[in-house]
């Protein structure tokens, strides 16, 4: 499974982003799929999950800025991200699960400024 992440930037605290992911197979090929991130010194975290059925889960720190969807149209999923903090400042990847096996997209760079 090839996973390619997209949308990542430089943008003011309060400003918005948008992360693309598209897979290498169907969307809903995957039992599970979401965004993870990683800050400088820090554990990798969750964002946010997305499971086949639609089902979202998120981290409490971002629970009513960002927000993850499926577009059909696209074949991609894609987290917008609002009202975006210098907190937020991470390396994003994108996750997908599929029998039980994890693949991680290479990272994509959000950086906030203060």
């Known amino acids: 499974v090839q996973l390619q992440a997209s949308g990542g930037g430089l943008v003011q605290a309060g400003g918005s982003l948008r992360l693309d992911c598209a897979p290498s197979?169907?969307?809903?090929?995957?039992?599970?799929m979401g965004w993870f991130r990683q800050a400088p010194g820090k554990q990798r975290e969750l964002v946010v999950t997305?499971?086949?059925?639609?089902?979202?889960t998120y981290a409490d720190s971002v629970k009513g800025r960002f927000t993850m969807y499926r577009d059909i149209s696209k074949n991609t999923v894609s987290l917008q991200m609002n009202s975006l903090k210098p907190e937020d400042t991470a390396v994003y990847y994108c996750?997908?699960?599929?029998?039980?096996?994890?693949?991680w997209g290479k990272g994509t760079l959000v950086t906030v400024s203060s």
């Open positions: 996750y997908a699960n599929t029998g039980g096996v994890d693949s």
């Open positions: 197979g169907s969307i809903y090929n995957f039992n599970s």
């Open positions: 997305i499971a086949r059925l639609g089902r979202t």
